[in-house]
């Protein structure tokens, strides 16, 4: 199975953990929007987007990727996030993004998510919320989640 791990990772290098995990387990490469061409991820069998969460919606740069990738006949993806808090009801972040790679024609078969650092602005006084993480557990989290869709292929 070829792989690739597509990362927008700005803050404090919580997501860029995550990306390195499951780019261990997947044996893909982990690259930033500017670092791949998109006609790359036409080689790939699966392809992982991820980034920590920003105003409740993945890094405005990573959207933008997406959005500008052609529609063709892809293979698998899925996606991956950090964030202080988890998914709301109300306004899931998880949703569009696979809704954006729906429509460039990939088939959307997982999603991990797990608290990490954050010093949005509410949070910057007191150093942040969610220190520490991701931690070791997460980091399990996120290779049991690799294993299971590399079991998939």
Same mark, same amino acid.
């Given at each position: 199975?070829? %792989?690739?791990?597509?990362?927008?990772?700005?803050?404090?290098?919580?997501? *860029?953990?995550?990306?390195?995990?499951?780019?261990?387990?997947?044996?893909? /490469? @982990? @690259?930033?929007?500017?670092?791949?061409?998109?006609?790359?991820?036409?080689?790939?069998?699966?392809?992982?987007?991820?980034?920590?969460?920003?105003?409740?919606?993945?890094?405005?740069?990573?959207? $933008?990727?997406?959005? %500008?990738?052609?529609?063709? *006949?892809? $293979?698998?993806?899925?996606?991956? %996030?950090?964030?202080?808090? /988890?998914?709301? /009801?109300?306004?899931?972040?998880? $949703?569009?993004?696979?809704?954006?790679?729906?429509?460039?024609?990939?088939?959307?078969?997982?999603?991990?998510?797990?608290?990490?650092?954050?010093?949005?602005?509410?949070?910057? /006084?007191?150093?942040? @919320? $969610?220190?520490?993480?991701p931690d070791a557990a997460d980091l @399990?989290?996120?290779?049991?989640?690799?294993e299971g869709l590399r079991a998939q292929?």
């Amino acid at each position: 199975m070829k %792989a690739m791990i597509v990362c927008v990772s700005v803050s404090h290098g919580n997501t *860029q953990k995550v990306a390195d995990v499951l780019g261990h387990v997947l044996e893909a /490469p @982990v @690259v930033t929007p500017e670092q791949v061409d998109p006609a790359e991820l036409s080689a790939c069998d699966l392809v992982g987007f991820g980034s920590g969460i920003f105003s409740m919606s993945f890094h405005p740069g990573l959207r $933008r990727f997406v959005r %500008a990738l052609p529609r063709e *006949q892809r $293979r698998k993806a899925f996606v991956f %996030a950090t964030s202080g808090f /988890p998914e709301p /009801p109300f306004r899931p972040y998880t $949703r569009p993004l696979t809704g954006l790679l729906e429509q460039k024609g990939f088939e959307v078969v997982g999603s991990f998510s797990c608290r990490a650092l954050d010093t949005w602005l509410p949070f910057k /006084p007191v150093g942040g @919320v $969610r220190k520490g993480r991701p931690d070791a557990a997460d980091l @399990v989290a996120a290779r049991t989640f690799a294993e299971g869709l590399r079991a998939q292929e």
